[in-house]
C-alpha cells in the first residue's frame, strides 16, 4: 500500500521526475568524468589540472559575454510567453540583437588580447592559440545559451536530458583523444572546441520544437525587452563573470604564492564539487526558475520551497555524506596521490549543502527579476569569498580557500532570506503582470 502511495506521487511529481531523470544524465556524466579525472591526473597531473581548470573558467564566462547574459531571461520569458507567437518573436528578436552583441564584442577581445589572456591564465604566451581557437567558437557558444534558455523554460525535460548525454559523451571522447595524442595541449583544444559539439547535438535533437517557437521576420530591438533582458545581463555578469575571474585569480595566487602543484589540487576539489552539484543545475533552470515565476504570494513561495526543500536536500544530504566517509577512496580512484587535497573535503561539502539549500530561495530574485537583491547578495557573497581567501590561504594553505567557501555561504544564506522576507514583506508582485505589459 505504502510502495502504491509512493508510485502514485512520483507520477504526479513533475520535481521527482526531473530530478530522477537528471539523476540517470548525471550518473552516466559521473561515471565518466571519473574515468577521464583519473587519466588526467595520471598523466598531466596537478599542475595540467590547474591549466584545464583556468580554461574551464574562461569558457563559463565566455557563456554569459557572448550572450550578453540573456540564458535565464530566455528561461523565464519561454515560459511565460509560450502561448504569445507576436510577443515570443519580439522576445527572440531582441535576444538575437544582444546575441550578436556580445559575440562580437567578445570574439574581438579574445583576438586582440590573446597573448594577455594566455599569460594570465596559464603564466606565459605558450597557450594563445587555444585563446584564438576560443575565440571562433564564441559564436557556438552563444547560440547554445539562447537555445538551451528554450529547452528549459518549456521545461523539456526529456530533451535536455538526451542533449546532454549525447554531447557529453561525444565532448569526453574528443578530450580523450586530444589527450592521448597530444597531451594537455590536446585536452585544452577538446574543452575549447566543446561547445560546437553541443550546439550541434542540440539542434539535431530539439531542432524541430526550436524551429516553433522561434519565429524570426527580422531583427528588431524592442525597448521594453531590452530593458527586462539587461536586468539578466547585470545579473549574470556577477554570478558568472565575477566567480570566475575570481576562481581564476585565487588559482594564480596559489600558483605564484604556494604551488601550481597546490592549485591542482584545489581544482580537483572544485571537479568533484561540480560533479555532484550539478544534480542541481538542470533542477534549477527546468523546474525552480519556471515555478518561481508562477507564485505571487509570500504563502505559495513557503509552500513551494519547504516542497523543494524536503523532496531534494535529504537526497543530497545522504550523498554528501558517503562522498565524506569514502574520501579517500574517491581520492586513490579518481585522483592518485592527490592525498593532501583529503583535508578540503569537509569544508567544501558543508559549504556546498549550504550553499544549495541558499541558492533555491535566491532563484527567486532571478524568476522575479529582483536586481538590486540579486546584486547585493551576490557581490557580497563573492567579496566575502575573495577577502575571507585572502586572509585565510596565508595561515592555512589551500585548505583556506575552501574554509573561506563555508563562511561566505553561511553569511550569504542569511542576507538571502533576509532580503527575500523583505521583498515579500512590501508585496512588490502581488499579483501576476500581465503579458499585454510587454506590447
Known sequence: MMLKKLLEHFKKSILLKIVSLNSLVIGFRLIISIVIQKLLAEMVGATGIAKIGQLRNLMVILTSTSSLGVFNGVVKYTSELKK???????????????????????????????????????????????????????????????????????????????????????????????LFNYDINGVLIAIAIAPVVQLLVLLYVFGNVLKTQIKLKGLRLSTPFAKALLTFTAMSFISTVLVNYIEIDIRSQITNQISSTQAGYWTAMLFISKNYMVFSTGLFTLYVIPR????????????????????????????????????????????????????????????????????????????????????????????????????????????????????????????????????????????????????
Open 84 to 178: 504569445e507567437e507576436a510577443l515570443l518573436a519580439k522576445f527572440f528578436s531582441t535576444t538575437f540583437i544582444f546575441s550578436i552583441v556580445g559575440t562580437l564584442i567578445s570574439t574581438v577581445v579574445l583576438f586582440v588580447f590573446s597573448s594577455w589572456i594566455s599569460i594570465q591564465l596559464f603564466g606565459s604566451d605558450t597557450f594563445e592559440f587555444i585563446i584564438r581557437i576560443t575565440a571562433f567558437v564564441v559564436p557556438a557558444i552563444s547560440l547554445n545559451r539562447i537555445f538551451s534558455g528554450v529547452v528549459n523554460g518549456l521545461s523539456a525535460y526529456k530533451h535536455y536530458a538526451k542533449i546532454e548525454l549525447i554531447a557529453y559523451f561525444v565532448s569526453s571522447l574528443m578530450l580523450l583523444y586530444g
Open 292 to 439: 518561481f515565476a508562477e507564485i505571487y504570494s509570500v504563502h505559495d513561495f513557503k509552500k513551494e520551497v519547504f516542497y523543494i526543500y524536503k523532496t531534494i536536500l535529504p537526497f543530497f544530504a545522504i550523498g554528501m555524506l558517503l562522498i565524506y566517509l569514502f574520501r579517500m577512496l574517491i581520492i586513490d580512484v579518481v585522483y592518485p596521490g592527490f592525498f593532501d587535497m583529503e583535508p578540503l573535503f569537509k569544508w567544501q561539502l558543508s559549504a556546498d549543502f549550504v550553499r544549495l539549500s541558499a541558492i533555491v530561495l535566491a532563484h527567486q530574485f532571478l524568476a522575479k527579476k529582483m536586481l538590486i537583491s540579486y546584486i547585493i547578495t551576490e557581490f557580497i557573497s563573492i567579496i566575502l569569498f575573495y577577502v575571507f581567501s585572502k586572509l585565510l590561504v596565508n595561515s592555512y594553505g589551500i585548505e583556506g580557500i575552501v574554509m573561506a567557501h563555508l563562511y561566505r555561504y553561511i553569511v550569504y544564506f542569511i542576507v538571502v532570506i533576509i532580503a527575500i522576507g523583505y521583498h515579500f514583506k512590501n508585496k512588490k508582485d502581488a499579483m501576476p503582470p500581465s503579458t499585454l505589459d510587454m506590447l
